[in-house]
Nanobody, 120 residues
Framework: QVQLVESGGGLVQAGGSLTLSCAAS????????MGWYRQAPGKQRELVAT???????NYADSVKGRFTISRDNAKKTVALQMNSLKPEDTAVYYC??????????????WGQGTQVTVSL
């Protein structure tokens, strides 16, 4: 019914940049909060950044000042611009969206994840 598809992951050297994108599609009535999460091997998934429908943002302390989250409500997309990447940023990055598909249906949807690897 609803799909989130991430793109933009890859391999980059420390200090480099990547931009991740996520597109939502399907029977979408509205999208509230969207966010990016990441999970490194052996670790729990953690929040990276979130953005509300009116573009209020929050960031994890570890990425504040380096990452920027943005969204396009008309296109139903969310992006994460990652600058000054560190090896510690290596993880699978997941897109999440709080989606309302009707007046009686609202829940979180997750993308499949995209790998980001930062080398020394």
């Amino acid at each position: 019914q609803v799909q989130l598809v991430e793109s933009g992951g890859g391999l980059v050297q420390a200090g480099g940049s990547l931009t991740l994108s996520c597109a939502a599609s399907g029977s979408i009535f509205s999208i509230n909060v969207m966010g990016w999460y990441r999970q490194a091997p052996g670790k729990q998934r953690e929040l990276v950044a979130t953005i509300t429908s009116d573009s209020s943002t929050n960031y994890a302390d570890s990425v504040k000042g380096r990452f920027t989250i943005s969204r396009d409500n008309a296109k139903k997309t969310v992006a994460l611009q990652m600058n000054s990447l560190k090896p510690e940023d290596t993880a699978v990055y997941y897109c999440k969206a709080d989606v309302r598909t009707g007046w009686t249906s609202r829940r979180d949807y997750w993308g499949q994840g995209t790998q980001v690897t930062v080398s020394l």
